[in-house]
């Protein structure tokens, strides 16, 4: 991958712009800074798309039922990553997240043990579905939004300044709002059109006039000139938070992990409005076959590369304001399968980083022994109770998620 992927440009942002790869915003300011007091609570929402295993995550190394459900792809018990806390109660973490478990030393990191759906789908689609909604029922039940977007619409309503975004990919679905601006920054180096050095200017001053209201009014016309004139708004937001944040000195990774949360940072370090960033991992967790290299690859990129994103925070006195949360669609059925891996499964652990939060472990660890009709894990912690808390908790949204039941996750 080319190692200036997650930076942008004036020369690159008019490329971009002329073939349709910046996904449009909702409405059209964008970039201001916020007013001056304490920091406001943000949100970076890491997703580990295909489904991470949560039994080769937080590991029941004790538990004999693992050992003899994974003959050959179980985490030997030598090498899990033990942690010291009398409530782990024989549970300790894949051996790549070795930072991660000095974090949760420090008390900087919570795990949600058997997370899921209370009657879980083992379709990809169904499953991501219901998380990016939020809601039992998925999206369909939700006007089409996502619950970050809905949390946004109660925070950020009437702003016209960029609230949430995708980072990338295109706009991650638990951004759709319907009154927040939001947006998605994925490969601004995709672009095929190169624009002279000479036009620019002109070609930049042809876009701006093609956005004002004068150009038509067709309802199509309308939407297009709002998404391009918001996608001139980030643009100018982009190249503008790139002066400020070159000299910053931060070490990250070298590796396509590293270089987008080094990304992420330089979006939450510069003045803006933005309360939430929806991260899309690159890499992929539907583990079939192969999976004991697979994971520990993933997760070595993940651990050196998060443990950076933290400390820059922590540099930039942004890390008691920002909750760093992991999710996946499902985890992966107990037994393993003929090919080294496993098959799509229920319910799995996710983790929420920060100085803010209740650290240690929460909810209760699935029974290996007592499972669903399927061989998968019955979750003890539905979904929905968990982004219940961090959207009301957190980020100060009250009932954007219906939950019977909310974690107490938050100091």
């Not at 939430?276 to 993933?298: K, R, T, Y």
């Amino acid at each position: 991958m080319n190692h200036d992927r997650w930076t942008i440009n004036r020369r690159g942002f008019l490329k971009l712009s002329a073939t349709g790869f910046l996904a449009a915003l909702y409405h059209r300011q964008i970039g201001a800074a916020p007013a001056a007091g304490p920091q406001p609570k943000r949100l970076v929402l890491l997703e580990l798309s295909g489904g991470n295993d949560g039994l080769n995550t937080l590991v029941p190394y004790t538990d004999p039922a693992y050992y003899s459900a994974r003959p050959s792809l179980a985490i030997p018990q030598e090498s899990v990553l033990t942690l010291h806390d009398s409530a782990t109660h024989g549970l300790g973490l894949h051996p790549a997240l070795v930072k991660l478990r000095d974090r949760y030393d420090q008390n900087q990191v919570a795990i949600v043990r058997g997370v899921g759906h209370p009657q879980p789908d083992l379709s990809h689609f169904a499953m991501m579905d219901y998380w990016y909604a939020g809601h039992l029922r998925g999206m369909a039940h939700t006007n089409q939004t996502g619950w970050i977007g809905r949390c946004l619409d109660q925070i950020a309503a009437g702003s016209p300044e960029i609230a949430g975004l995708s980072i990338g990919w295109e706009m991650g679905p638990v951004m759709y709002a319907d009154q927040a601006s939001t947006a998605a920054a994925g490969n601004p180096w995709a672009a095929s059109i190169d624009i002279p050095w000479q036009l620019q200017d002109a070609y930049q001053a042809a876009l701006s006039n093609l956005s004002q209201p004068g150009t038509g009014a067709a309802s199509t016309l309308a939407a297009a000139r709002a998404g391009l004139a918001s996608g001139i708004g980030l643009g100018n937001f982009l190249t503008q938070f790139q002066d400020d944040t070159k000299a910053r000195q931060a070490s990250y990774p070298d590796s396509d992990t590293g270089r987008l949360l080094k990304f992420a940072a330089d979006v939450l370090i510069a003045p803006s409005a933005i309360r939430a960033l929806h991260v899309s991992l690159p890499m992929g967790f539907d583990h079939h076959a192969n999976q004991a290299q697979q994971h520990a690859e993933n997760f070595t990129q993940i651990d050196a590369a998060v443990d950076a994103f933290l400390n820059d925070l922590a540099a930039n006195q942004l890390a008691d304001s920002t909750l760093v949360m992991t999710t996946s669609e499902f985890g992966r059925r107990v037994e393993e399968n003929s090919d080294g891996g496993t098959d799509h499964g229920t319910a799995s652990c996710l983790f929420l980083l920060g100085t803010s939060l209740k650290a240690g472990m929460h909810g209760s660890q699935p029974a290996l022994t007592e499972l669903d009709p399927n061989g998968n894990l019955i979750a003890t912690t539905a979904f929905t109770d968990v982004l219940a808390a961090v959207a009301e908790h957190w980020l100060g949204a009250p009932g954007v998620v219906a939950s019977p039941a909310t974690p107490d996750l938050f100091a």
